[in-house]
């Protein structure tokens, strides 16, 4: 079970990351005029998906049988810290009104959590 749990991690950084990488690069591919700062933001984007990735750690309640057999349980080992990190990132700027940094983000946030869901759906079912 915990090879099966440290899979499922390393699979889920590893498609975040190249998910976004995709994501930038189709997002520079389409300006006239390519960022000087593409390397420094997907650095960036990185760093975050790193951050959530190790917030995820939580999964690995999962061994123990209660949480592993309860559905609701098993959501929350999955997806609870990273939303509560995601939500304390994302809530100053949505108070502040300052969108453009909620854009700048989201290269984080959507591709971590489709590779967590694609992780959380082949858990749940084996």
Excluded: H, W
């Excluded at 690069?25 to 390519?34: E, G, R, S, T, V």
């Excluded at 960022?35 to 939580?58: D, H, K, P, Q, V």
């Excluded at 123990?64 to 304390?88: A, C, D, E, G």
């Excluded at 969108?99 to 959380?120: N, Q, R």
């Amino acid at each position: 079970m915990i090879k099966r749990i440290l899979k499922i991690i390393v699979t889920t950084f590893l498609l975040s990351i190249l998910l976004c990488t995709i994501y930038l690069f189709l997002l520079n591919y389409n300006k006239k005029d390519p960022s000087n700062y593409f390397g420094m933001y997907a650095a960036l984007c990185y760093l975050g998906i790193s951050f959530l990735t190790l917030s995820s750690a939580t999964i690995f309640l999962n061994l123990n049988v209660k949480v592993r057999q309860n559905k609701f349980l098993r959501f929350l080992s999955f997806y609870l810290l990273p939303f509560i990190f995601t939500m304390s990132e994302m809530l100053p700027r949505l108070t502040r009104g300052i969108k453009g940094e909620i854009t700048v983000m989201l290269p984080v946030f959507i591709p971590f959590f489709i590779s967590l869901t694609i992780a959380y759906y082949f858990f749940k079912n084996p």
